[in-house]
């Protein structure tokens, strides 16, 4: 994804102030060899790109006064009650070192588990995004986990994600839970209908 940016001399809270009425965006460019960079972006542009998924977990092209510097979206903060973009930050990546980024998880075959078909469970969703060390060329959209195969009562964990190459997961302690099958409390399964 491309984002167009332009550098900007005035800093403060005064000067933000006056580039938000604008309809611009401060933000931040760190990272890497080079200093800091200040910048201001379109808001709405900005705005809009936040509510896409790949916008957070992928490799973006930013261009700033026509020189182009591959960046990951870091942080951003947004108003209380306004639609309104306050600040991104944005850090710049080395082709050759490896980042450490959240990807989203995306679940999927979850309506032909045996969990849900034969024993009426319900598969919660303990997490929905993964952390994961990879370098920049080889960082997945997002990671799928299949729960084909969750029976009742049943978690899927980090381990037994499949992860694309050169992608490792960061599990922090023991092999963390990403989804789990549970039958609910006064539910009939198949089977015992069957009887």
Same mark, same amino acid.
């Given at each position: 994804?491309?984002?167009?940016?332009?550098?900007?001399?005035?800093?403060?809270?005064?000067?933000?102030?006056?580039?938000?009425?604008?309809?611009?965006?401060?933000?931040?460019?760190?990272?890497?060899?080079?200093?800091?960079?200040?910048?201001?972006? !379109?808001?709405?542009?900005?705005?809009?790109?936040?509510?896409?998924?790949?916008?957070?977990?992928?490799?973006?092209?930013?261009?700033?006064?026509?020189?182009?510097?591959? &960046?990951?979206?870091?942080?951003?903060?947004?108003?209380?009650?306004?639609?309104?973009?306050?600040?991104?930050?944005?850090?710049? &990546?080395?082709?050759?070192?490896?980042?450490?980024?959240?990807? +989203?998880?995306?679940?999927?075959?979850?309506?032909?588990?045996?969990?849900?078909?034969?024993?009426?469970?319900?598969?919660?969703?303990?997490?929905?995004?993964? !952390?994961?060390?990879?370098? +920049?060329?080889?960082?997945?959209?997002?990671?799928?986990?299949?729960?084909?195969?969750?029976? #009742?009562?049943?978690?899927?964990?980090?381990?037994?994600?499949?992860?694309?190459?050169?992608?490792? #997961?960061?599990?922090?302690? !023991?092999?963390?839970?990403?989804?789990?099958?549970? &039958?609910?409390?006064? #539910?009939?399964?198949?089977?015992?209908?069957?009887?």
């Amino acid at each position: 994804m491309k984002v167009i940016a332009f550098a900007r001399k005035e800093q403060g809270t005064g000067a933000s102030r006056r580039l938000r009425n604008a309809g611009q965006t401060p933000g931040i460019i760190y990272g890497g060899t080079e200093a800091p960079v200040a910048i201001s972006l !379109d808001h709405n542009a900005l705005y809009h790109a936040l509510k896409k998924e790949v916008f957070h977990s992928s490799i973006l092209d930013l261009e700033v006064d026509g020189k182009v510097e591959k &960046v990951l979206l870091r942080d951003f903060q947004v108003h209380a009650y306004k639609q309104l973009v306050l600040h991104a930050d944005f850090q710049r &990546v080395d082709p050759n070192q490896k980042i450490h980024v959240k990807v +989203p998880l995306h679940f999927i075959n979850a309506d032909v588990s045996p969990a849900v078909k034969l024993s009426a469970a319900v598969i919660s969703h303990v997490a929905v995004e993964l !952390d994961v060390s990879c370098l +920049p060329a080889d960082l997945p959209e997002f990671v799928e986990v299949d729960l084909s195969k969750l029976e #009742a009562g049943q978690s899927v964990h980090v381990s037994q994600l499949v992860l694309p190459a050169g992608v490792t #997961a960061v599990v922090h302690g !023991d092999d963390a839970t990403v989804a789990i099958a549970t &039958v609910p409390a006064g #539910a009939v399964s198949a089977d015992a209908e069957a009887k």
